[in-house]
């Protein structure tokens, strides 16, 4: 903006973000690349108003992210319902194995889902922090861009901004069709299509 000599308070900017961070999200679903069916989900913290809350995340095992949720719970529903909106993805497979850490919610979660035949019963659950280092690392992306912000001031600012966040994060790794992982020029060409601009 002030390249461009214009003066926008930094009220305006997130204002900007919560209206169009989950618009940015919707509008990149149908162009995603598919994903693998080797899912590795984890949870991290994220604060609100001072209370850590759980933002689940899941990537395959190439790293693209598969869906995200934040949640004010770390329980076994919590963890089925984020399950079945990875589920409804577009993008996503229906997974042969998910890899997760020692967290019971999990099993929990995986069991109620296999009951009510959401999954197959074939799916098999890794409980493995080892294996879990490809999401873990992908948290780093997440969190890089969250912590200089000292915290959020409300649940559904969160979920919104957070929402852009994710989004931009797919788009940098190239999930996007016709964008390549670091083209800066590509990405910028891509939302200026999705949304019908010119930057």
Excluded: C
């Amino acid at each position: 903006m002030q390249d461009r000599g214009m003066a926008v308070d930094h009220s305006t900017l997130n204002r900007w973000v919560l209206k169009y961070g989950p618009e940015l999200d919707k509008r990149i679903r149908r162009h995603l690349k598919p994903t693998n069916d080797s899912w590795r989900v984890d949870e991290t913290y994220i604060k609100i108003k001072g209370v850590w809350k759980y933002l689940y995340r899941a990537v395959d095992s190439e790293g693209n992210t598969l869906d995200f949720m934040l949640s004010a719970k770390r329980d076994g529903k919590a963890v089925a319902r984020f399950f079945r909106k990875v589920l409804k993805a577009q993008h996503t497979k229906t997974p042969r194995v998910i890899t997760v850490d020692k967290n019971a919610a999990y099993p929990v979660a995986i069991d109620a889902l296999k009951a009510d035949e959401t999954i197959k019963k074939e799916t098999e659950l890794r409980q493995s922090k080892y294996l879990n280092n490809v999401v873990e690392q992908d948290h780093r992306n997440i969190k890089r861009i969250v912590k200089p912000m000292m915290g959020f001031k409300s649940f559904n600012s969160a979920r919104r901004t957070l929402s852009g966040i994710e989004a931009m994060n797919m788009i940098r790794k190239g999930q996007v069709k016709g964008v390549k992982q670091g083209d800066s020029v590509s990405e910028v060409k891509f939302i200026e299509a999705l949304f019908g601009i010119a930057a």
